[in-house]
Every structure is written in structure tokens, then in C-alpha cells.
């Protein structure tokens, strides 16, 4: 079946310390996203990548980090520098950016990973 | 800068009522699309509205976006349990067409 997985699920990191979130998809979706969710608050976009080795700082990429190096792996570094990084990550794709109408793809979630800094 | 605000914030059902989610952005969207969060899970494809007035239905779901595509309400008619959950509704403003920005989400609990 196709979809994205996100690993792990739970995640805890002490203080100072870079930590490396997971994502994958199978879907052969060119764009891939990295969201932030926090309790009360929507989802806030950290990075995203509309295709292969390029990627675009999004509301809050601050303290974050990403690599494109293949289409189907899009991992989210979270660094000593993101000041208040617990959080739920949440990772998406779409088929692309947008359409040439200007429509954009709807985005295809993995099942989140919850990270705890101790 | 563009927010899309939902209401209510949270909702207390019995089973078999019906219940309306909206969501309201100030400005002009592309498209919206409604998602469904089932707690510390990821987001569920509901359905996606593009063009002023239109409705989409998805079994007891009907979503309506309207003419001015600025606001939109998530129907549910004749509640279960299984509707239980976090919705939340994303769109594409036509001031930042490359991303798309989520509301706050609107919580849903439906007592059997």
C-alpha cells in the first residue's frame, strides 16, 4: 500500500543535542512538507521541497534543518538552536507544488512524531 | 497576515444530532480543504473545494465553500462515534498561492 511513514513515533532529546525525524512515501509525489503542531494552534509549516534537492524555508525553520536528496526522503533535523522544540512533527507530500491552474494538490499525511525534550 | 479562524473551538455532541463547523479567512482563498485528526495521529483527507458555491458530500459529511471563497462549513448530519475527532480546515490564499496555512482546529466529541 502507498503512504508515508514517519519514525519513530516517540522521541525524546536532551538539551544541546540535534535530533534526526524520519519521513518516507511511496506515493511518487514530487513536493513534501514538514509541519509543527503544538496544542491549540494549527499546523505550522517548518520547510517544504517541491522536488529533489531544493527546499524552501517555510513560517518557522528556525533551529531546522532538511535534506532532499531523493524523492522519496525528505528527514527533518531538529537542532540545539529551535529554542522550544516539543512538539507533534507532522510530515506530508502531494502529487506537486501546484497545479498549472494554480490549484494546490491536496497533501497526504504520515502518522506524526511526537518529540520531548527532557 | 492571512489566519483562517474556526468555531467553535470545541463541540459536545450526542449521537444522531447534526453539527456545522466553520472557517473563515479574511482574505480571498484559492481552495480549502477540510482534514479530520484523530488525537496524536496525522491529518485525513476530507474533501477540497475550488470554486465559489460549490458543495461536496462524503457519506453523512457535506462541506460548502461560498461565493466569495472566504468561508466554509463542515456539515455532519446524524453524528456517531466515529466522527469523533479534530477537524481542521486548510487553504491556499491567493496572497501566498506556494503553501498552504491550517486553522486551529475544531474539536468533536460524540457521547453514544
Known amino acids: 500500500d502507498g503512504g508515508i511513514t514517519q519514525s519513530p513515533k516517540y522521541l525524546f532529546r536532551k538539551e544541546g543535542q540535534n535530533v534526526t525525524l524520519s519521513c518516507e512515501q511511496n506515493l511518487n509525489h514530487d513536493a513534501m512538507y514538514w509541519y509543527r503542531q503544538d496544542p491549540g494552534q494549527g499546523l505550522r509549516l517548518i520547510y517544504y521541497s517541491q522536488i529533489v534537492n531544493d527546499f524552501q524555508k517555510g513560517d518557522i525553520a528556525e533551529g531546522y534543518s532538511v535534506s532532499r536528496e531523493k524523492k522519496e526522503s525528505f528527514p527533518l533535523t531538529v537542532t540545539s538552536a529551535q529554542k522550544n522544540p516539543t512538539a507533534f512533527y507532522l510530515c506530508?507530500?502531494?502529487?506537486?507544488?501546484?497545479?498549472?491552474?494554480?490549484?494546490?494538490?491536496?497533501?497526504?499525511f504520515g502518522p506524526g512524531t511526537r518529540l520531548t525534550v527532557l | 497576515s492571512q489566519e483562517l479562524e474556526q468555531s467553535p473551538q470545541s463541540l459536545i455532541v450526542q449521537e444522531g444530532k447534526n453539527l456545522t463547523i466553520n472557517c473563515t479567512s479574511s482574505?480571498?482563498?484559492?481552495?480549502l480543504y477540510w482534514y479530520k485528526q484523530k488525537y496524536g495521529e496525522g491529518l485525513i483527507f476530507l474533501m477540497m473545494l475550488q470554486k465559489g458555491g460549490e458543495e461536496k458530500s462524503h457519506e453523512k459529511i457535506t462541506a460548502k465553500l461560498d461565493e466569495k471563497k472566504q468561508q466554509s462549513s463542515l456539515h455532519i448530519t446524524a453524528s456517531q462515534p466515529s466522527h469523533a475527532g479534530i477537524y481542521l480546515c486548510?487553504?491556499?490564499?491567493?496572497?501566498?498561492?506556494?503553501?498552504?496555512?491550517f486553522g486551529p482546529g475544531t474539536s468533536l466529541s460524540v457521547i453514544p
Open positions: 482574505k480571498t482563498l484559492y481552495g
Open positions: 486548510g487553504a491556499v490564499p491567493k496572497t501566498s498561492y506556494d503553501k498552504v496555512i
Open positions: 506530508a507530500s502531494s502529487k506537486d507544488g501546484w497545479g498549472t491552474s494554480g490549484i494546490y494538490n491536496e497533501q497526504f
